[in-house]
């Protein structure tokens, strides 16, 4: 969003487009992402155990890779939703009955070793995510 608020778009920036292409390597089979709060300590992008995907981790990948414009319709052929669909069909299918989201495992670090649960972002950023996706991609197109 930073980069963004300067005029910097996936059209436009070589660092815009290696973040989406990063963000996209990541994406696992099922349509999300799951990063460990390992990844702190090995400096590394480290998936969570068994490849298994987070609410939290896919809400804010599908955010970043909307803000940047990678995903939306055009005609340059690497430009494609699919990614964007698949990850949002994830989050609705783990929505709970009562509306919440489960929650998974920690997904912050503090001080590079010490995992943090924030309660309240299993519901914040999956509704932003979906709202977004909404208004950005299924309304424009």
């Known amino acids: 969003m930073g980069l963004s608020a300067v005029g910097q778009c996936y059209n436009n920036s070589t660092y815009i487009r290696k973040g989406c ?3 996209l390597s990541k994406q696992l089979r099922n349509g999300g992402w799951g990063e ?7 400096k590394a992008y480290t998936n969570l155990d068994g490849e298994k995907s987070h609410i939290v ?8 890779l909307m803000k940047a414009g990678q995903l939306f319709f055009d005609v340059q052929a690497e430009r494609n939703p699919s990614p ?5 069909r994830l989050i609705m299918s783990m929505q709970l009955g ?4 489960p929650q998974e495992e920690m997904i912050g670090s503090f ?4 995992p943090l649960c924030y309660m309240a972002y299993r519901n914040i950023f999956p509704i932003w995510a979906l709202g977004e996706y909404h208004r950005l991609v299924l309304c424009t197109h």
């Open 21 to 23: 292409q990063f963000l």
């Open 36 to 42: 460990s709060h390992l990844s702190s300590t090995t």
């Open 57 to 64: 981790n896919t809400a804010w990948a599908m955010l970043a």
């Open 84 to 88: 964007l669909h698949k990850a949002a």
């Open 98 to 101: 009562n509306g919440d989201f």
């Open 111 to 114: 001080l590079k070793n010490g």
